[in-house]
Antibody
Framework: EVQLLESGGGLVQPWGSLRLSCTAS????????MSWVRQAPGKGLEWVSAISGSGGSTYYADSVKGRFTISRDNFKNTLFLQMNSVSVEDTAVYYC???????????WGQGTLVTVSS | EIVLTQSPGTLSLSPGEGATLSCRASQSVSSSYLAWYQQKLGQPPRLLIYGASSRATGIPDRFSGSGSGTDFSLNISRVEPADFAVYYC??????????FGQGTKLEIK
């Protein structure tokens, strides 16, 4: 059974930093691209960042480029999102998602809430 | 950048009725790259349809997807109480790689 478990969310002040983690199990982690998708309170879904299975290729939404860094540890089956210089607009539930075989997201974690507030 | 526009914003139906949800792309896209998700309150999204018309594992056959070019649809025949949720379409492209529509809320009439 595929499982994705996010952690690391919480309250952070504007301009602060936070590191999210997503521990994966039940599939071959190193051969699958992974993404972070966020959802602001009461809003829709926004793709944030993606990383290839090897970690050699990374992609970012314009809204986070230069501030967020995606990475992975294939030995520990863990995905990361380093969030720097956060703003109130980054307040959201952050989901870890497994990229499917058809350019979709076939499995999702339960999400971790990031609140940016002074 | 491709923009996905979903309509209607809210769809009010009674259980047993049929539902048609629309997703329109700002330019022609490959149907291979079009997916639909269902999200219930407090839960993560769930993949329903990939490649515009293929049902994901475990999805009942009352859910079907269709379309090509710029116009895609998600159809739910005989809506059940468990189907009332928000539905999103999603496209895989180049820059950005992934785009979501703004969602359609299916609510009980």
């Amino acid at each position: 059974e595929v499982q994705l478990l996010e952690s690391g969310g919480g309250l952070v002040q504007p301009w602060g930093s936070l590191r999210l983690s997503c521990t994966a199990s039940g599939f071959s982690f190193s051969t699958n691209a992974m993404s972070w998708v966020r959802q602001a309170p009461g809003k829709g879904l926004e793709w944030v960042s993606a990383i290839s299975g090897s970690g050699g290729s990374t992609y970012y939404a314009d809204s986070v480029k230069g501030r967020f860094t995606i990475s992975r540890d294939n030995f520990k089956n863990t995905l990361f999102l380093q969030m720097n210089s956060v703003s109130v607009e980054d307040t959201a539930v952050y989901y870890c998602a497994k990229d499917g075989s058809y350019w979709d997201f076939d499995y999702w974690g339960q999400g971790t809430l990031v609140t940016v507030s002074s | 950048e491709i923009v996905l526009t979903q309509s209607p914003g809210t769809l009010s139906l009674s259980p047993g009725e049929g539902a048609t949800l629309s997703c329109r792309a700002s330019q022609s896209v490959s149907s291979s790259y079009l997916a639909w998700y269902q999200q219930k309150l407090g839960q993560p999204p769930r993949l329903l349809i990939y490649g515009a018309s293929s049902r994901a594992t475990g999805i009942p056959d009352r859910f079907s997807g269709s379309g090509s070019g710029t116009d895609f649809s998600l159809n739910i025949s005989r809506v059940e109480p468990a189907d009332f949720a928000v539905y999103y379409c999603q496209h895989y492209g180049t820059s950005p790689p992934y785009t979501f529509g703004q969602g359609t809320k299916l609510e009980i009439k």
